[in-house]
């Protein structure tokens, strides 16, 4: 079994140590703060806890480090750990800036290791029913592509709406396209904290042509978690929010005088796995040479270009 040790224990790390202490033997627990490592700790005491991540590193038997501390730590404890031989799952966005993401990727070919961003959406059902029919050609050519990610939610004082929602659409949008575009580019506007924008309307065009929007924000009445591709035969749209019409496949037809009508409408089956499972198994997978394991450190590296322009507009 795969020896696994998760750094970083508050909100998120705890569904990623529940998930493999189910799949692989997980060995280390590890947070700086005892008040989160204590309480994850105590409920799994077959792994040893420990406040320091060298302690990990420096465990010749342990072979994978799950990341899941706030950003900015990201490259930085991937490095690390890629340096000592490790296998590294590290939670999204996996760096800030492409000069760091670059140096984790080329990092991982060096030392044949696994390099993969928790993007979860990737690893969704949904997700994946709509990249099986834009690559069958079901849809036709697709057109544009965009994604609303709104509601009334945490408002955050030191990570904008883009940094904080829209990694996860646009890892979508980048992954079903399978371009790096040409032009991204971001507006925003900042009502609460200063500087941090709670609002953000990006914009991306890619060299194929196609377009796409992403709509971030927690300041909305809406709830929404939202994608949809327009191809010029067919339409299709993502609804996380619906319990379980995930998908839905829309047919238009032409009338007489050229106008568009709706045609029939259908909701293909897709499987009800949870989708960090899902993501978590892939992790175990990739590590036993199953998959590309180049291509998951790739698509990371193409979510850190695009957010570094989109960011680089949002500030300008
Ligand atoms: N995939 C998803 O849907 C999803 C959802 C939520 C969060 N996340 C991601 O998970 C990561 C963590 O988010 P969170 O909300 O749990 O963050 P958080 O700030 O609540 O918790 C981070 C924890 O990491 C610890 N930590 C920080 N630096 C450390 C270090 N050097 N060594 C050991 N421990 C350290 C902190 O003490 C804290 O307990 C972020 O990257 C976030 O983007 C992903």
Not at 10 to 16: E, I
Not at 174 to 198: C, F, K, M, N, R
């Amino acid at each position: 079994m795969t020896k696994i040790g998760v750094v970083g224990l508050n909100y998120w790390g705890p569904n990623l140590v529940r998930n493999f202490n189910d799949l692989a033997e997980l060995t280390w627990l590890c947070d700086l703060d005892e008040k989160h490592l204590n309480p994850v700790a105590r409920r799994y005491p077959n792994a040893r806890a420990t406040k320091n991540f060298d302690d990990l590193l420096a465990d010749d038997a342990l072979d994978a480090v799950v990341i899941a501390t706030p950003v900015p730590t990201h490259h930085a404890l991937a490095k690390q750990a890629l340096e000592a031989g490790k296998h590294v799952f590290v939670e999204k966005p996996p760096a800030m800036r492409a000069a760091e993401i670059d140096e984790l990727v080329a990092l991982a070919v060096e030392q044949d290791r696994v390099l993969m961003p928790g993007h979860l959406l990737l690893y969704h059902p949904g997700v994946l029913k709509v990249k099986e029919l834009i690559d069958s050609g079901e849809l036709g050519e697709v057109l544009c592509v965009y994604g609303n990610r709104v509601n009334l939610g945490i408002v955050r004082s030191n990570e904008n709406a883009l940094w904080s929602l829209g990694v996860h659409d646009l890892s979508v949008i980048l992954y079903l396209l399978d371009e790096d575009p040409e032009l991204a580019t971001a507006q925003g506007s900042a009502s609460i904290h200063p500087g941090v924008q709670d609002v953000v309307f990006c914009f991306l065009r890619f060299p194929s042509g196609k377009i796409a929007h992403m709509h971030l924000s927690w300041l909305d009445p809406h709830k929404m978690r939202k994608m949809t591709v327009v191809g010029d035969q067919k339409m299709v749209v993502f609804d996380d929010m619906e319990p379980e019409r995930k998908v839905t496949v829309y047919e238009k037809r032409a009338g007489s005088a050229g106008e568009l009508h709706s045609g029939d409408i259908y909701i293909p089956k897709i499987s009800t796995h949870e989708p960090l499972r899902l993501e978590c198994t892939y992790f175990l997978e990739l590590i036993d040479g199953q998959h590309d394991k180049s291509k998951v450190a790739r698509d990371g590296a193409r979510v850190v270009r695009a957010l570094e322009m989109l960011t680089n507009s949002l500030d300008a």
